[in-house]
């Protein structure tokens, strides 16, 4: 499987970018998605998840400026980033659940929660 993350790049702060997350395979419908971030230094955050029920989950930094959904006949997932800060630079990555798994508002924001993990794409935001 591939998950081909998409759309960053650098703006200024309060810009907005939309990312994207193209999946390989079939049953895209079928799995949770969720994407994470990696800023230097810094460990992996929880940013936003999205379950094959199109229930969302997010971060508390992001909550009210982010908005996940996913587009299940284009396999593709999607982030929209609203009001950028500084501190929203890193590298974002898409994620995929097993599939047809349960999950919770919890066990959403868990890393090991995800099996297969994309390259990541950099959003860099300059203030």
């Known amino acids: 499987v591939q998950l081909q993350a998409s759309g960053g790049g650098l703006v200024q702060a309060g810009a907005s970018l939309r990312l994207s997350c193209k999946v390989s395979?079939?049953?895209?419908?079928?799995?949770?998605m969720a994407w994470f971030r990696q800023a230097p230094g810094r460990e992996r955050a929880f940013v936003a998840a999205?379950?094959?029920?199109?229930?969302?989950f997010y971060g508390d930094s992001v909550k009210g400026r982010f908005t996940a959904s996913r587009d299940n006949a284009a396999n593709t997932m999607y982030l929209q980033m609203n009001n950028l800060a500084p501190e929203d630079t890193a590298v974002y990555y898409c994620?995929?659940?097993?599939?047809?798994?349960?999950?919770?508002?919890?066990?959403?924001?868990?890393?090991?929660?995800?099996?297969?993990w994309g390259q990541g794409t950099q959003v860099t935001v300059s203030s």
């Open positions: 994620v995929r659940t097993r599939v047809n798994i349960a999950i919770s508002e919890m066990t959403a924001r868990a890393a090991g929660t995800y099996n297969d």
């Open positions: 999205v379950t094959f029920l199109g229930r969302t």
């Open positions: 395979g079939h049953l895209f419908s079928n799995y949770h």
